[in-house]
């Protein structure tokens, strides 16, 4: 360790910048946020669309992406960039379809949750039913994601400063759980925006490296058309590096790109961020710019692992297909620049830390407002202290099972996204649409969903070959939806009154009058 | 790299092109009343 902060101090100092940052912005905010559940859990509905652009960019786009994903193409080629195609459109998607209806029936429900909305919406004798079942959904859904994210930004740090993986474990998760404890939702959304900032121009940078190492845009395709490396297995990869769905089937990359994709409209992570726009200026900013601020990014790192093969020899590339996971700090290593590097880590943490500190307040909001609150209700301030304690607890967790758990992080942020994709989003947007919806048609399309995506996910796909590549995410999603528009029109009875219905249905309709 | 590998990269461009189109032709409303905080 001592050996590593002489050798790569420049690193290790920016770094210190980036976390020095991050505590000052929670700092700066913990009075403010202390204040009452309003400031803590979506800063009182007042920040401005810029910055909830970027928080949403910089909260969806994770280590995943960052490593997850960019090494991913190491193995899948450069047509894994079909998985942004996915995720740009779900992006255009959650903000032409969710983001004004959202903000405005929350904003008129008065819900400060995802949980909460469902039940203040539905209104129903299953109403507590779905909002602590879809608390528990986080609670349980969330782990794998927050996993993912840590492992992702350990075996960085293990590969590139030689910290060992519990160390970075524990580095991460303390160190966004210490900012987001002060300053809730304020600063788990102006870091976010900063870190936003800064992962668009690591992604512009990262894309860079291979060809300046190379030297020759065209030597690097060339390198990648004619390459001797081979696959996981052995098998030679020929020009499937730069050929469509020859080394991994579209199905897969379909499955994958669905999964992750769909949680821009499902996650509550992602769906929270729509509540904070502060005006319908912001709104509008937002809708034009998260798709581009996205869109550019993946355009750049989707296809990144696939050049790395440009700047590795035969021996290291068979290693690295054995755990495409470090492919990009592989790159970042051979590219050898202490600057470049520490550029990179900063975003790469900042990609990372984003996203834990976005899920860290949403498991803590849903087990203390959602749950704790519904079985004995609480005052605002110990709402908030509470609060806090359940995210220091829940990180604790997600730090033993880090240590633990064996599974990559693609495959371990996917099924966490096919979970809330399949469980949330039919409530979500029959909630948001269609005024017959109802409780029932929530609460059950919700466990359909749940159960079916856990079946097909360690049943079927794992006992059928030939159902190998379907991800649960395409059944599972299917089969909750259709859920939910059967069991709503039979039980259309139990919708809510007609009062209510008109009340958060007109709100936001410009011809409304006060 | 063949066309529908390359697709991947301009469709995304092409579709944050289109939603730039929509949303500038959209009329958004945003609900912006006060909250009333319950301290």
């Known amino acids: ?514 | 790299m063949d066309f529908l590998t390359g697709m991947a990269y301009w469709g995304i461009i092409v579709m944050v092109v289109i939603n730039g189109i929509i949303v500038a032709r959209m009329d958004v409303t945003v609900d912006d009343d006060e909250e009333q905080d319950g301290e």
């Open chain 1, 1 to 514: 360790m001592m050996e590593s902060l002489k050798e790569n101090w420049v690193i290790w100092l920016l770094m210190a910048f980036y976390l020095a940052f991050c505590f000052g912005v929670g700092w700066y905010f913990r009075a403010k946020a202390a204040r009452g559940v309003n400031d803590f859990y979506v800063a009182k509905r007042q920040i401005p669309g810029w910055v909830v652009s970027l928080a949403f960019f910089s909260t969806f786009a994770s280590t995943n992406t960052y490593i997850g994903q960019a090494g991913k193409a190491f193995s899948a080629g450069l047509s894994w960039a079909w998985v942004g195609v996915f995720w740009t459109f779900f992006c255009i998607i959650s903000w032409l379809l969710l983001g004004p209806r959202l903000r405005n029936q929350t904003s008129a429900l008065n819900s400060v949750t995802v949980p909460d909305y469902f039940d203040f919406r539905y209104q129903s004798s299953l109403s507590t039913a779905i909002r602590i079942l879809s608390a528990i959904v986080v609670l349980f859904a969330t782990i794998w994601y927050m996993v993912g994210i840590t492992k992702g930004c350990a075996n960085l740090l293990e590969t590139l400063l030689d910290v060992p993986f519990a160390w970075g474990v524990f580095g991460i998760l303390a160190s966004t759980c210490a900012y987001t404890v002060w300053g809730g939702m304020y600063s788990v959304l102006w870091t976010d925006a900063i870190q936003g900032l800064m992962m668009f121009g690591v992604a512009i940078l990262m894309v860079t490296l291979p060809f300046i190492y190379v030297g020759d845009a065209s030597e690097l395709m060339t390198r990648l058309a004619e390459t001797t490396h081979v696959t996981k297995d052995g098998d030679p990869i020929g020009s499937g590096l730069v050929t469509f769905s020859t080394l991994v089937s579209f199905t897969y990359i379909a499955g994958i790109g669905l999964a992750v994709g769909m949680k821009q409209i499902s996650e509550p992570r992602c769906l929270i961020r729509f509540y904070s726009v502060d005006n319908a200026k912001g709104m509008k900013f937002a809708m034009l710019w998260t798709p581009i601020f996205l869109g550019i990014s993946l355009v750049c790192v989707m296809g990144l692992g696939a050049l790395v093969h440009g700047m590795a020899t035969d021996e290291e590339a068979f290693v690295l297909a054995q755990d495409t996971d470090k492919v990009v700090g592989f790159m970042l290593a051979k590219f050898d620049n202490q600057l470049v590097s520490g550029i990179c880590l900063a975003g790469l943490f900042a990609a990372g830390m984003s996203s834990l500190a976005s899920v860290m307040l949403i498991v803590g909001t849903a087990a203390v407002n959602d749950i704790w609150n519904v079985w004995k209700p609480l005052p605002q301030t110990t709402m908030v202290r509470a609060t806090k304690l359940t995210i220091v607890a829940y990180c604790a967790l997600v730090f033993i099972v880090t240590l633990t758990a064996s599974d990559d992080i693609v495959a371990l942020t996917a099924f966490s996204g096919a979970l809330f994709a399949a469980s949330f989003f039919p409530a979500i947007f029959g909630g948001l649409y269609l005024r017959w919806g109802t409780g029932h048609g929530a609460f059950w399309s919700m466990t359909i969903g749940l159960i079916s995506c856990i079946v097909w996910r360690f049943k079927f796909r794992e006992e059928y070959q030939f159902l190998k590549d379907i991800h649960e995410i395409i059944p599972s999603f299917i089969i909750s939806f259709v859920a939910y528009l059967v069991i709503s029109s039979i039980t259309k009875k139990k919708a809510p009154p007609t009062e209510h219905l008109d009340k958060i249905f007109s709100i936001g309709k410009p011809e409304r009058n006060g």
